[in-house]
């Protein structure tokens, strides 16, 4: 079975950045490639209209290509309600605790970003995993894209 891989909305728009392209162009090879299953959400989707029309054309791509769309339901809504109580991020991080409550209910293996304030911070991620232990999901992994993906300096 391929590795779930959830990207936010940084790592689409990261394959247009200087400083991020190398590693979110390189994921975005391994997803063609077959290495890993791309799972993006309609949170992604609504995030990217206001992106560049190159950054939209890229999540159009993946949907087009068989990306996974996860949508926020109940579910997600009540662990993001349980971060909040814990504290892990302030109401103005919503969208980010969401990013992470869609790939933790939906046990998709290891969610990617940029967002290393508020998503790939060591101590947000045990933060972030305390909780989903404590209402019976299993830990998530998260990480940047520069150490998910087989591609780097050669893309």
């Not at 779930?4 to 728009?13: F, K, P, W």
């Not at 999540?59 to 990306?67: K, M, T």
């Not at 991080?93 to 969610?111: G, K, P, Y």
């Amino acid at each position: 079975m391929l590795t779930r891989v959830y990207l936010d909305t940084s790592v689409i728009g990261g394959c247009f950045d200087e400083d991020f392209a190398v590693w979110s162009n390189g994921l975005m090879k391994d997803i063609r490639l077959g290495h890993f299953h791309c799972v993006v959400s309609e949170l992604v989707g609504i995030e990217i209209e206001r992106a560049p029309q190159r950054v939209r054309d890229k999540y159009e791509e993946l949907v087009n290509d068989g990306a996974e769309v996860l949508e926020v339901n109940t579910e997600v809504l009540d662990l993001v309600s349980a971060y909040k109580r814990h504290k892990i991020l302030t109401d103005k991080f919503e969208s980010d605790m969401t990013h992470i409550a869609l790939a933790t209910v939906n046990r998709v293996n290891i969610l990617v970003s940029w967002n290393f304030k508020h998503i790939v911070h060591f101590d947000k991620i045990r933060q972030f995993n305390a909780v989903n232990e404590k209402m019976g999901y299993r830990a998530i992994a998260i990480h940047s894209p520069r150490e998910v993906t087989n591609y780097g300096e050669e893309v």
